[in-house]
């Protein structure tokens, strides 16, 4: 039976990603941005659609109210921005896509919008930009705002963000640029319009002052959850980030869901690629996995407790991490992964120990064994599916890319299901050649 094809993205950050473990002599030596142009070059030799750098702008401390926890693990902190790294990766590849997150919330809008059409010329079109909204108040506190507004605001405020930027790209018409020796025009003048934007939040006269950039604008990307973050995506954006709670199941509809909202914006749903945030673990012997040792669960508890802490908003530091899952935890951000603890505790006796003490990320989907074995799962998963693809979780897991490039990814080549070649050449035409 063929295989359903699919896209595969690399979820990383700007930062010590192979700390704890054997990334330890890594250092700074990261900071450079060396480590992530082999990064780049391994992963555009296993023809990956793109990489994805995930940021935030907070040394967390949600944890106990300390700051120790996260930097002394590199959990959320220190990270450096991936903006001025796209175009350093691009210098030594030539066809994987290279995606930022950027903020809505804390840019101004020709700011960021001059910066991705800048970036977009120097990687010869190849830029995407992850558009959030923002979750953490300590991040408000350092743009000396005194709290986030509302997720609901944020995101219409991110949605005239979204209006003003695509109208100060095309402020600038394709063939404005003449540079004709011969008439001595250089750029013509009737081709680039003043905006003249006025909206709730923002105001802008344009024109951009930069150049038309190779994709006309960045490939746009985005994870709603939320109805209104869902609404925000299926509107705006070319790739979607899909979580795979509810399994199968749950991937599918959040995928059917996508493709309705946008079909109501008037847009067509195969423009879309909903890709699924994972890790994989994989085991070269005999698939099974290596005992962990009491520093790494600890290790791992650290830095999963940190991470939950910032993206629940819950001061786990506050509760029992031994006794089941206390079932009175409020969560400030995102519910449903803390109702998916509370009824590990209540069903199972689960602790928060136990639950944060596994390998990183758990997504209750297992895509662990061999490197054939995980390649066949991915592959059952997204036949099920049936689309996008997925974005697997680099960070903290990349002592396994050896046996993810060479071993998983030509399991998924031999039998059809991820590309062995790019055609196109920016990242919209790679994206669009299936
Ligand atoms: C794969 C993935 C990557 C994300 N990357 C970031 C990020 O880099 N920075 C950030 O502030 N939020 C990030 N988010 C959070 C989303 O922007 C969004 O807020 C979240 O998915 C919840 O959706 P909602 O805002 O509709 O509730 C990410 C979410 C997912 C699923």
């Given at each position: 039976?063929?295989?359903?094809?699919?896209?595969?993205?690399?979820?990383?950050?700007?930062?010590a990603?192979?700390?704890?473990g054997?990334?330890?002599?890594f250092?700074s030596?990261?900071?450079d941005g060396s480590?992530?142009?082999e990064?780049?070059?391994?992963?555009?030799a296993?023809?990956?659609?793109?990489?994805?750098?995930e940021?935030s702008l907070i040394v967390?401390?949600?944890?106990?109210?300390?700051?120790?926890?996260?930097?002394?693990?590199?959990?959320l902190?220190?990270?450096?921005d991936?903006?001025?790294?796209?175009?350093?990766?691009a210098q030594d590849?030539?066809?994987i896509?290279?995606?930022?997150?950027?903020?809505?919330t804390?840019?101004?809008?020709?700011l960021?919008?001059r910066?991705?059409?800048?970036?977009?010329?120097?990687?010869k079109?190849?830029?995407g930009?992850n558009?959030?909204?923002?979750?953490?108040?300590n991040?408000a506190l350092?743009?000396?705002m005194?709290?986030?507004?509302?997720?609901?605001?944020?995101?219409?405020?991110?949605d005239?963000?979204?209006?003003?930027?695509?109208?100060l790209?095309?402020?600038?018409?394709?063939?404005?640029l003449?540079?004709?020796?011969?008439t001595?025009?250089?750029?013509?003048?009737t081709?680039?319009h003043?905006?003249?934007?006025?909206?709730?939040?923002?105001?802008?006269?344009?024109?951009?002052?930069a150049?038309?950039?190779?994709?006309?604008?960045?490939?746009l990307?985005?994870?709603?959850a939320?109805?209104?973050?869902?609404?925000?995506s299926?509107k705006n954006?070319e790739?979607?980030?899909?979580?795979m709670t509810g399994g199968?199941a749950?991937?599918?509809?959040?995928r059917?869901?996508?493709?309705?909202?946008?079909?109501?914006?008037?847009?067509?749903?195969d423009?879309?690629?909903?890709?699924?945030?994972?890790?994989?673990?994989?085991?070269?012997?005999?698939?099974?996995?290596p005992?962990?040792?009491?520093?790494?669960?600890?290790?791992?508890?650290?830095?999963?407790?940190?991470?939950?802490?910032?993206?629940l908003?819950?001061?786990?530091?506050?509760?029992?991490?031994?006794?089941?899952?206390?079932?009175?935890?409020?969560?400030?951000?995102?519910?449903?992964?803390?109702?998916?603890?509370?009824?590990a505790?209540?069903?199972?006796g689960?602790?928060?120990?136990?639950?944060?003490?596994?390998?990183?990320?758990?997504?209750g989907?297992?895509?662990s064994?061999?490197?054939?074995?995980?390649?066949?799962?991915l592959?059952?998963?997204?036949?099920?599916?049936g689309?996008?693809?997925?974005?697997?979780?680099?960070?903290?897991?990349n002592?396994?890319?050896?046996?993810?490039?060479?071993g998983?990814?030509?399991?998924l080549?031999?039998?059809?299901?991820v590309?062995t070649?790019?055609?196109g050449t920016?990242?919209?035409?790679?994206?669009?050649?299936f």
């Amino acid at each position: 039976m063929a295989h359903t094809k699919f896209h595969l993205g690399y979820f990383t950050k700007f930062g010590a990603t192979s700390w704890p473990g054997d990334g330890k002599e890594f250092g700074s030596q990261w900071t450079d941005g060396s480590y992530h142009k082999e990064l780049a070059k391994m992963l555009e030799a296993a023809k990956f659609d793109f990489i994805l750098f995930e940021d935030s702008l907070i040394v967390g401390d949600r944890y106990g109210g300390s700051m120790e926890l996260d930097l002394k693990n590199a959990t959320l902190s220190p990270k450096l921005d991936p903006l001025p790294l796209l175009p350093v990766m691009a210098q030594d590849t030539s066809h994987i896509g290279l995606i930022a997150t950027a903020s809505t919330t804390f840019y101004p809008p020709y700011l960021l919008a001059r910066l991705l059409s800048t970036i977009d010329s120097l990687t010869k079109g190849r830029a995407g930009w992850n558009m959030v909204t923002s979750s953490e108040k300590n991040a408000a506190l350092n743009f000396g705002m005194d709290k986030l507004l509302p997720p609901t605001v944020r995101y219409d405020i991110a949605d005239e963000f979204v209006e003003l930027s695509r109208q100060l790209w095309d402020s600038w018409e394709d063939g404005a640029l003449v540079a004709n020796t011969e008439t001595g025009v250089y750029v013509d003048h009737t081709k680039v319009h003043t905006i003249n934007f006025e909206g709730e939040h923002f105001r802008s006269r344009g024109p951009l002052n930069a150049l038309r950039c190779p994709q006309g604008h960045p490939v746009l990307c985005q994870a709603g959850a939320s109805e209104r973050g869902r609404d925000f995506s299926a509107k705006n954006a070319e790739v979607i980030l899909g979580m795979m709670t509810g399994g199968v199941a749950g991937m599918k509809a959040y995928r059917d869901d996508i493709r309705r909202r946008a079909e109501s914006f008037g847009r067509n749903p195969d423009d879309i690629k909903v890709v699924y945030l994972t890790p994989v673990h994989i085991y070269p012997d005999g698939g099974e996995p290596p005992e962990m040792s009491d520093a790494d669960k600890q290790s791992a508890f650290e830095h999963n407790i940190v991470m939950a802490s910032s993206s629940l908003d819950v001061d786990f530091s506050l509760y029992d991490v031994d006794a089941p899952v206390p079932q009175d935890i409020v969560a400030g951000g995102h519910t449903s992964a803390l109702e998916h603890m509370k009824k590990a505790g209540r069903e199972e006796g689960k602790s928060l120990r136990d639950l944060f003490s596994t390998a990183k990320g758990a997504s209750g989907m297992d895509f662990s064994g061999t490197a054939e074995q995980v390649a066949d799962k991915l592959m059952a998963v997204m036949d099920e599916v049936g689309g996008d693809g997925f974005l697997i979780e680099g960070s903290g897991y990349n002592r396994q890319l050896p046996d993810l490039v060479n071993g998983v990814i030509p399991a998924l080549q031999k039998a059809g299901a991820v590309r062995t070649e790019y055609s196109g050449t920016t990242l919209r035409e790679i994206l669009r050649e299936f």
